[in-house]
């Protein structure tokens, strides 16, 4: 079983930034993807960003250029760094191994306009 640990969310006004961090136990965490997903009231959970084992990324359309994955793989944790903030960007943010049924319980991001 996947473990999973979201922290660093909060309130921030609108251009603000927060840095997202999500501990992993289970798994050899150096060989896996991981996602950053996120669920706004009301709406369907959205996936975020993306960060292979090799390091390569993909963002959806609404955060490209504004916000960043990254992972330490000697920490077992995978980052989410996220800039010029927008109310819009208002969600509980999840991180996620692809393929496994397992979530955190999620850190809240809250944008104030």
């Known amino acids: 079983q996947v473990q999973l640990v979201e922290s660093g969310g909060g309130l921030v006004q609108a251009g603000g930034s927060l840095r997202l961090s999500c501990a992993v136990s289970?798994?050899?965490?150096?060989?896996?993807?991981m996602d950053w997903y996120r669920q706004a009231p009301g709406k369907q959970r959205e996936l975020v960003a993306v960060?292979?084992?090799?390091?390569?990324?993909n963002y959806a359309d609404s955060v490209r250029g504004r916000f960043t994955i990254s992972r330490d793989n000697a920490k077992n944790t995978v980052y989410l760094q996220m800039n010029s903030l927008k109310p819009e960007d208002t969600a509980v943010y999840y991180c996620?191994?692809?393929?496994?049924?397992?979530w955190g319980q999620g850190t809240q991001v809250t944008v104030s306009s």
């Open positions: 996620k191994v692809p393929g496994r049924p397992d």
């Open positions: 960060i292979e084992s090799s390091g390569s990324t």
């Open positions: 289970g798994i050899t965490f150096s060989i896996y993807t």
